[in-house]
């Protein structure tokens, strides 16, 4: 894992989030260069990142307000969650 590398989620909606640096981002549009993707954190923020097809960050703009790692973990323990309550059943936990 490098500093330009993301990481996938999903939004509540189901929409797709990029985590980068504990920013996260939605899809923007697409570029010549990657895919803009833009802060979801405020809605008046200018930051954002441009991904390129292997989903490493060639491009990065400035925030207007400091990351917040701890939100950023919460999102991906939730999805965590999801995907393992949907996974195949885990073995019973041993008896006490
Ligand atoms: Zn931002």
Redesign the pocket.
């Known amino acids: 894992m490098t500093d330009n590398q993301v990481k996938f989620t999903k939004s509540q909606r189901e929409a797709d989030k990029a985590v980068h640096q504990g920013?996260m981002y939605t899809r923007h549009k697409r570029l010549v260069r990657g895919v803009k993707w833009r802060?979801d954190?405020?809605d008046d923020?200018?930051?954002g990142v441009v991904l390129n097809d292997q989903d490493i960050v060639v491009e990065k703009g400035a925030?207007?307000?400091v990351a917040d790692w701890g939100r950023c973990k919460a999102r991906e323990c939730v999805v965590d969650l999801n995907g393992k309550l949907n996974g195949p059943a885990a073995p019973p936990l041993p008896q006490l």
Do not use: F, P, Q, V
Request: net charge positive; aromatic share 0%; glycine share 10%.
């Open positions: 920013s802060c954190l405020r923020c200018n930051g925030h207007t307000h």
